[in-house]
């Protein structure tokens, strides 16, 4: 069993660190986006290179004209690790993204990033980001999710 510490490295096993973080709904170029959060938390526990991360985003209020590109979440308080190639994926809740024919939506994080944006799939459709166009202005969007990543 490894010892709970915080902040500290162990003298017989892996470190382990947890903590909070604060997760920001944004775009690639935000423009005049504005959130007004009803929930807004993240979470992590990393043991060693491992470490796994939750976010909880939730918006009463979310607006935008002039934002542009891939939707994402950033404060991400870990860049993962710099493995060519290599992007984690991890479940999410979600509500606000309006893609049609598109139904499954997935956390995703680059390698050598700290930067969550978000996959969509759909049956027979091509696998892709979502934008700034999914999510309608004057909606009100939630993403929850978890990734593990390695450092």
């Known amino acids: ?3 709970r510490l915080t902040g ?3 003298k017989s096993g892996p470190e382990y660190v947890e903590g909070v973080w604060t997760p920001v709904l944004t775009f690639a170029t935000p423009g005049n986006l504005s959130v007004t959060y009803s929930v ?5 526990a ?7 991360a939750g976010f909880l985003v939730t918006t009463s209020a979310f607006t935008h ?3 542009s590109g891939a939707a994402r979440i950033t404060g991400l308080p870990f860049t993962s690790a710099n493995v060519s190639n290599q992007n984690v994926y991890g479940p999410c809740f979600w509500q606000g993204i309006t893609k049609a024919n598109y139904t499954y ?9 700290n930067i969550i944006d978000f996959g ?10 979502v934008a700034f166009g999914d999510m309608p202005t004057g909606g009100s969007v939630a993403l929850h999710g978890t990734l593990a990543f390695r450092v």
């Open 1 to 3: 069993m490894l010892p």
């Open 40 to 44: 807004q938390t993240g979470f992590y």
């Open 8 to 10: 500290k490295a162990s």
């Open 120 to 129: 969509i799939a759909g049956s027979g459709q091509t696998a892709t980001l």
């Open 46 to 52: 990393r043991v060693g290179n491992l470490v796994t």
């Open 65 to 67: 004209t002039t934002a």
């Open 105 to 113: 939506v997935m956390a995703r994080l680059a390698a050598n990033s």
